[in-house]
């Protein structure tokens, strides 16, 4: 009991302000975050200083300047010269229905998976797991042979093939995330207690009713993470749309980040702001959302 | 020290619902609901994973067709298209390739720099965080910034910190005129150190959000324990905490492995990941996005990426399922 003679305010834990006691420890603390703080956002406020000011004027003086003059001419330029628009519109066309595929899909398999016994749940859900873990170099050899050789109606695409079309690469972003969210949405779904399904199972209700009624509207908050995790990782793609994608003006916002470099290679402010204008819808997820988005990355590292 | 669950498992306690017998329509439903998405992941992510490993062990252009007959040896390469060349494309690429070494040097610096630098970098991030200072909310918003964005963006908003006579760094340093300027992107000896930083700038936000979630979620009746034996901040961390996040501890060391393996957005938005930035990721893709296919030579480097990755993801897939089994 010799430890009775300690202050209690050091036991406290997690509920926050613990240790009055050690200012030292609260000072340095302070001092390491703040510094790493400052750390972080300077690329991001250096991107925006240089975007904000004219091209002529960061040509004479340099990017670590004072400002002579600040314009939003540059944001203004980099949207009509590059058909930004256009890009977003591509990327909301392969994000939006990608996000909603995926998430219909992984939902019924983790249902499946949970509630139904299935011979080989457990196979499975790790084949659907491992199917994300996997770098996607490993498979995108055979896969870009295979985009090539899938025919498509032309509706769906100009090209006649997988390859090149938007229907492809919301194929394969919907392939490669499900693993996750059905890794998610299983473990989310054991916590759903089982007396809810032998109360439906009274009540007549068959599978499809156990599903649509009873299990996706508990789900609710998991679907609404993921949704937030999904669309800010879809939207941020880089590789698929690179590799899976020939012509420019078919690509998503992100990966014609790519060429647009090349477009404005003499006029570097341009190139910052045409980048920060790309970052908006993540930084609007991050502003709204940000909640969403970490209890989406915390049922994914958590399990049960 | 004590070994208790970070979580109570409750969770496991689960029956399966399906055990009584399943009507037609209940049958068409499972059909269904678990058919497409399967097929779906069979055809498009382990048909493929399964196809690298074979078209491995073939040369083939991705023009004509593919056979089974062998490759000729000792005729142009022209006569030898769509037939099977053995462990050709392994030892060619260990022997003659100039790029795979390097390659391989790489992804394992990257590696070693996201194992000893980001991730403790994050975790450092998270226990201090978690250690309940004012403004930590703040802090951990701002360090997690850079998860929301994108590699390539990442990749352009850097350029401009390390550009030569511009940039911020080599103006700070005074190395921004024309005879002293630092190439930071451009010198193939410093370039993967710079693009690391800006990896490591990413990842350490990455890793802190996940490993806040475990920090959160141990039993706060343990470190009071702890507290009550006399135990310090150091050794409440090490010896009580630590052992009992093992779940995220190992969700880290495969998300730390895989993002390495996985790099290359970074290094292409920079340079296209040649000059010092060659990556296997990189070379893959080279091989087969490129104007000369070697189709068979960039499928044996996807199996070497297979292989690395088959060993984090197989230890996260033990400690994941193994109780699974045994309800």
Sequence with gaps: ?304 | MTTTQARPPAAKQRRRGGVRKLSGRDKLVVALLLGIPLLIELVFIWFPALGTVLLSFTKWNGVGSLGTKSCLPNVPSIMNNGCLYGVQNYHQAATIYPEFWPAVQHNLIWLAVFILFATPLGMLFAVVIDYGIKGSRMYQSILFLPVMLSLALIGIIWEFMYSQNFGLINTVIGRNGDSNAIDWLGDPHLNLWAVLVEATWRQSGYVMVLYLAGLKAVDPTLREAAKVDGANAWQTFWRVVFPVMKPINIVIMVVTVIESLRAFDLVYITNKGINGLELLSVLVTSNIVGETQRVGFGSALGVVLLVISLVPISIFLFQTFRREDTP
Excluded at chain 1, 57 to 75: A, D, I, M, R, W
Excluded at chain 1, 187 to 204: F, H, Q, T
Excluded at chain 1, 208 to 228: D, G, M, N, S, Y
């Design chain 1, 1 to 304: 009991m010799t430890t009775d003679t300690l202050p209690r305010v050091t036991a406290q834990q997690s509920s926050g302000e613990r240790p009055k006691s050690r200012p030292w420890g609260q000072v340095s603390a302070q001092l390491f975050l703040v510094s790493a703080s400052v750390l972080w956002l300077l690329p991001i406020l250096f991107a925006l200083y240089i975007a904000l000011r004219p091209y002529a004027e960061t040509q004479k003086y340099g990017y670590v300047s004072l400002p002579h003059h600040l314009t939003l001419k540059n944001f203004s330029q980099a949207w009509t010269q590059s058909d930004m628009l256009h890009y977003f519109l591509n990327s909301v066309l392969i994000t939006v229905p990608a996000v909603v595929v995926a998430l219909a899909l992984s939902t019924g398999v983790a249902f499946i998976l949970t509630r139904v016994n299935v011979k080989l749940n457990v196979a499975l859900l790790i084949l659907f797991t491992a199917g994300n873990l996997l770098p996607q170099q490993v498979i995108i050899t055979p896969l870009y042979r295979l985009f090539l050789k899938v025919p498509l109606p032309e509706f769906l695409s100009e090209s006649g093939l997988l390859y090149n079309s938007a229907f492809g690469l919301i194929l394969i972003n919907v392939a490669f995330q499900q693993g996750f969210c059905v890794f998610v949405l299983s473990n989310y779904m054991k916590s759903i207690p089982e007396e809810m399904y032998e109360a439906a199972l009274v009540d007549g209700a068959g599978l499809w009713t156990r599903f649509w009624k009873l299990t996706v509207p508990l789900c609710r908050p998991a679907l609404a993470a993921l949704a937030t995790l999904l669309t800010t990782w879809i939207y941020n793609d880089f590789f698929w749309a690179i590799t899976l994608m020939s012509s420019g003006d078919k690509r998503p916002v992100t990966s014609a980040l790519a060429n647009l470099q090349g477009q404005f290679v003499s006029d570097q402010n341009l190139i910052a702001a045409a980048a920060l204008i790309a970052a908006v819808p993540t930084l609007v997820v991050y502003v709204l959302l940000q909640k969403q988005f970490i209890a989406g990355l915390s049922l994914g590292s958590s399990k049960g």
